[in-house]
């Protein structure tokens, strides 16, 4: 279903795959397209779903669901912030460097907030979107920096599922002079022969390059995607990641076609797209 540049280590560009994170205990994971086809929809959280490979590895194939589990998330609300001390914790978020502190002003349309303590509020609909997920607890941590030398660190290892990050959505679509502090960019800005990032490309009729990481979105086939919602509130998804020496705004996937920093911590209409790593033992041809 897509390009493989590396057969057995390194980036693939959504490799499609089908997956129960639900199967009951002593059961098969593995599931086919037919099933998925009587279970798909935003919101759907158990049984057979369709994944997407974008990275393989020795500990396996890591991918990315192809629709939001929950819409119209806040990354980290002024509850979660003001809370932070016992959320904190109970999300495995460490914090390095200065302590973390700072006013959470929500503006009038719902942008702002503050993003120095990390993902808090989408963790947490992570986390209970994939509770009953019977798959391996995680092992891995993803590190952030909010500001020179202080930033955060999140531990997955209570965790079935984990956010991609901006650093991951860049590397797939190989903006290799890109870092956390930079600017947005649309996924396919450098389609073809075209070297500007901000300059739209892939459309209703020119697909997307990277239309799995976009797909089950509002609106996304004027920007390429292959399968748009037309009702909901599945505007894109947040990732792990603040942006670098901002004081609010986080990254997320747009139904754009675009890696996107806009709106800051406090907006909602953003949703969380679980990532996924299994053994090569549950992925058959």
Request: charged share 20%.
């Amino acid at each position: 279903g897509g390009e493989v540049y590396s057969t057995e280590k390194g980036k693939c560009n959504g490799i499609e795959v089908y997956l129960n994170p639900t199967a009951e205990e002593g059961q098969s994971t593995s599931c086919t397209k037919e099933d998925y086809n009587s279970n798909s929809g935003t919101n759907t959280k158990s049984g057979c779903m369709k994944w997407y490979v974008y990275d393989v590895s020795d500990n396996g194939y890591t991918m990315i669901l192809d629709h939001n589990t929950s819409n119209r998330i806040a990354w980290a609300t002024k509850e979660d912030y003001d809370a932070t001390n016992g959320k904190a914790t109970e999300l495995g978020i460490t914090y390095f460097g200065t302590q973390p502190s700072g006013e959470y002003t929500v503006n009038a349309d719902g942008t702002g907030g503050n993003n120095n303590k990390g993902p808090l509020t989408a963790l947490n609909q992570l986390k209970d979107d994939t509770e009953n997920w019977t798959i391996q607890n995680r092992t891995d941590t993803y590190i952030a920096e909010t500001s020179t030398g202080s930033g955060y660190t999140i531990d997955y290892k209570n965790y079935k599922a984990r956010l991609i990050s901006a650093e991951e959505v860049a590397a797939i679509v190989r903006k290799s002079d890109w870092n956390t502090s930079g600017d947005w960019f649309y996924l396919d800005g450098a389609y073809g022969t075209d070297t500007n990032w901000q300059t739209q490309v892939a459309s209703s009729t020119n697909p997307s390059k990277y239309a799995w990481l976009f797909d089950n979105t509002i609106g996304c086939k004027s920007y390429g995607c292959n399968l748009s919602l037309t009702t909901g509130n599945a505007y894109g998804y947040w990732t792990s990641t603040a942006r670098g020496g901002d004081l609010s705004d986080a990254w997320h996937v747009r139904c754009n076609d675009d890696l996107s920093h806009n709106f800051g911590a406090s907006y909602f209409n953003r949703g969380v797209r679980p990532v996924i790593t299994v053994s090569k033992s549950n992925i058959i041809s």
